[in-house]
């Protein structure tokens, strides 16, 4: 199953359970009827938060290689020496 079929998924629960919530099959009272009319924005909020945290936290993580930026420095001199060597210019 790919991502997109998962979030479709959880996203076509989510909005089952929040219609089935504003039938008012089950009674709620008005000021519990107003957070559940703002739920996809607390949600909305929520992940905005989350992705915020998520990216910050992988950037502050990142792990840096010396060794593959050494590389891939002596692969670009390769590829310089042998394309010099076939008339381009650098």
């Given at each position: 199953?790919?991502?997109?079929?998962?979030?479709?998924?959880v996203l076509i629960g989510f909005l089952a359970v929040y219609v089935?919530?504003?039938?008012?099959?089950?009674?709620?009272?008005?000021?519990?009827?107003?957070?559940?009319?703002?739920?996809?924005?607390?949600?909305?909020?929520?992940?905005?938060?989350?992705?915020?945290?998520?990216?910050?936290?992988?950037?502050?993580?990142?792990?840096?290689?010396?060794e593959a930026g050494e590389e891939i420095q002596k692969q670009i001199?390769?590829?310089?020496?042998?394309?010099?060597?076939?008339?381009?210019?650098?």
């Amino acid at each position: 199953m790919t991502k997109l079929m998962e979030w479709l998924g959880v996203l076509i629960g989510f909005l089952a359970v929040y219609v089935y919530l504003l039938t008012g099959e089950p009674k709620f009272s008005e000021e519990m009827m107003i957070h559940i009319k703002f739920l996809p924005i607390y949600l909305i909020g929520m992940f905005g938060g989350y992705s915020a945290y998520t990216l910050l936290y992988r950037v502050f993580t990142f792990n840096d290689c010396p060794e593959a930026g050494e590389e891939i420095q002596k692969q670009i001199e390769e590829a310089k020496a042998d394309l010099s060597s076939k008339g381009f210019k650098f």
